[in-house]
């Protein structure tokens, strides 16, 4: 099997994968429908009142009801085709978006869905982001954070934080000029200092 038919088969597992499907939403609810997208595309999430990650599909308890509060999709394979999950969530405070390769403008369309609660947004090293994709996050009108780096196809870096700034004037906007292992160096710097 040569390296591209290996590519086609992952991109067509992860689409599978990421289908949404209405009916199940119907069955276990959004939050548990959206889970179980999340965890079978590698990321993880909390549980409102939970104080752990979850990221281990075969974890997720048998009951329903729960309520996701956070969402952490660093590496994950999701896709805009399983962003329909978002509909009907209430409690979703804070996304994590980094390192995912599959994630397009047309994904980000969705997180308006979430406004009515999501607080903290980072979206980094995701390839695939453009300028106009970023447009929708000014509909999220209780966002308290935004932190965007590493997002390659945003060359006026300056321009589109002052920009989405004006929107959100309650949120605090931060597109810095580093590459992630920057930003944690610099990180681990300020811990440091007394």
Same mark, same amino acid.
């Given at each position: 099997?040569? %390296?591209? &038919?290996?590519?086609?088969?992952?991109?067509?597992? =992860?689409?599978?994968?990421?289908?949404?499907?209405?009916?199940?939403?119907?069955?276990?609810?959004? $939050?548990? !429908?959206?889970?179980?997208?999340?965890?079978? /595309?590698?990321?993880?999430?909390?549980?409102? =009142?939970?104080?752990?990650?979850?990221?281990?599909?075969? &974890?997720?308890?048998?009951?329903?009801? @729960?309520?996701?509060?956070?969402?952490?999709?660093?590496?994950?394979?999701?896709?805009?085709?399983? +962003?329909? %999950?978002? #509909?009907?969530?209430? $409690?979703?405070?804070?996304?994590?978006?980094? #390192?995912?390769?599959?994630?397009?403008?047309?994904?980000?369309?969705?997180?308006?869905?979430?406004? !009515?609660?999501?607080? %903290?947004? @980072?979206?980094?090293?995701?390839?695939?982001?453009?300028?106009?994709?970023?447009?929708?996050?000014?509909?999220?009108?209780?966002? @308290?954070?935004?932190?965007?780096? $590493?997002?390659?196809?945003? =060359?006026?870096?300056?321009?589109?934080?002052?920009?989405? @700034? &004006?929107?959100?004037?309650? /949120?605090?906007? &931060? +597109?810095?000029?580093?590459?992630? #292992?920057?930003?944690?160096?610099?990180?681990?710097?300020?811990?440091?200092?007394?």
């Amino acid at each position: 099997m040569n %390296h591209l &038919s290996k590519r086609n088969i992952w991109g067509w597992l =992860n689409t599978v994968f990421n289908r949404f499907d209405p009916s199940r939403v119907k069955d276990v609810g959004p $939050d548990r !429908a959206c889970a179980e997208w999340l965890l079978r /595309c590698g990321a993880g999430l909390k549980w409102k =009142n939970s104080k752990t990650l979850l990221t281990d599909y075969n &974890s997720l308890p048998i009951t329903g009801g @729960q309520k996701i509060v956070e969402i952490n999709a660093t590496d994950a394979a999701i896709m805009d085709c399983g +962003f329909p %999950h978002f #509909k009907g969530l209430t $409690d979703v405070e804070k996304i994590v978006f980094h #390192k995912c390769g599959y994630l397009t403008d047309s994904a980000i369309l969705y997180l308006p869905i979430l406004k !009515a609660s999501l607080k %903290h947004l @980072q979206i980094s090293s995701c390839g695939n982001i453009t300028v106009e994709g970023l447009q929708p996050i000014k509909q999220l009108s209780k966002l @308290q954070s935004l932190l965007l780096y $590493d997002l390659p196809e945003i =060359n006026n870096k300056d321009e589109v934080a002052q920009d989405l @700034q &004006s929107a959100l004037p309650q /949120c605090k906007v &931060s +597109f810095p000029y580093a590459l992630a #292992k920057e930003l944690i160096e610099e990180s681990e710097k300020d811990k440091q200092q007394p």
